[in-house]
Each structure stands twice: as C-alpha cells, then as structure tokens.
C-alpha cells in the first residue's frame, strides 16, 4: 500500500521503500528526452571530431553504451522497472564555441510506466564513456546539465522543461 500522504511514490505508509505497483495501469506510448554535455579542451574536441583519439570512434562508442546503459537501467537504479524498450536514440553535438559534446537521448515504450530514468541514465553514460575515451589527454573534462528535456505519456501527460538552465522556476508541466 503507497503513503497517499506522500508524494514520493516509491514509499510505502510505513516509510519503507519499495518498487511501485503498476499492474493495473494502461500501457501507454510513452517517450522521454534528456541531455547533458561534457566541456573539454578544444584540442580534445578536435581530436574526437577528427575521430584521430587514440581508442577509436569516440562517438561511436559512446552511443552503444549510453544504448546499453538504457538498456540495463533496472539493474542500475534499485527501485526502477525492468522495460521493454521500443526506440532507444543517442544524438550528439559538437559544440566548439563552449568546447563541448552534447548528447541527447530520446527512449520510448509502450507499457504501464515512463522512460524518463531510461532517458537520464543513458545520455550519463554516454557522456562518462566520452570522458573514459578521452582522459588520456583532458582529465579535467566536465559532465553538466543532464537533464530531461521533455517526457510524454502516461497519467501525468507532458512535461517540458521551459530553459535548458536548472532553475526549478523556470519548468513547467502542461497536462
């Protein structure tokens, strides 16, 4: 039985922490969008567009994990559903005029619960391979800004965040 007091659902009435129920809900198209970036040096952004890094396709590489990540994100996060993924992409972007990547990850499915987890743990993982490929020439690279852009479906309907700083005041949802 979930706290109805609570709005953290992933705590029962006594406080104890368990995954949520959702057997009875609908299963809904449901999709999540996140992304984060990572800064670096302009020579270590070079040497990744170039694609001349000494271990390989930095990109490549780093869209199957964050593919992976996505793809095991139940056995990463204790209180997350296993799910069955429907689409799972990794876009990046170079950015040279904030000596960064961008990467942005879209996930869907078709099923009781969202993928805003899924969405989240992949654009990280992503992100640190591109830092474990490259830390041989910039160990002073800087994972920010992950967040979720957007997430659709289910209950609680569209999300959308309205600027891509953090500022709580500056997300709204639209149901």
């Known amino acids: ?10 705590f029962d009435a006594q406080g104890q922490a368990h995954m949520v129920d959702v057997g009875a809900k609908p299963a809904t198209h449901r999709v999540a969008v996140a992304t984060g ?3 670096m040096q302009p ?22 994990a964050g593919i992976m990540a996505a793809k ?6 204790p209180l997350c559903h296993p799910l069955a993924l429907t689409r799972v992409a990794l876009e990046f972007e170079l950015l040279p005029d904030r000596r960064s990547v961008e ?3 879209t996930i869907e ?3 009781p619960t969202g993928v805003e987890m899924e969405a989240l743990t992949a654009v ?3 992100l640190l391979t591109i830092y474990d490929m490259c830390k041989a020439v910039d160990r002073g690279m800087l994972i920010q800004d992950v967040h979720l852009k957007e997430k659709r479906g289910g209950k609680s ?3 959308i965040a309205a600027s891509p700083s953090l500022k709580p005041s500056e997300f709204h949802s639209q149901q």
């Open 109 to 111: 499915t078709v099923g």
């Open 1 to 10: 039985m979930s706290n109805p007091t609570s709005p953290l659902t992933h």
């Open 43 to 64: 020579e270590t952004l070079a040497l990744i567009e170039s694609g001349t890094a000494k271990k390989g396709d930095v990109l490549g590489i780093a869209r199957i």
């Open 157 to 159: 309907g569209t999300y």
């Open 124 to 126: 990280q993982m992503a």
């Open 37 to 39: 970036r990572i800064e």
């Open 103 to 105: 990467c942005t990850a």
């Open 72 to 77: 095991k994100t139940s056995d990463l996060i």
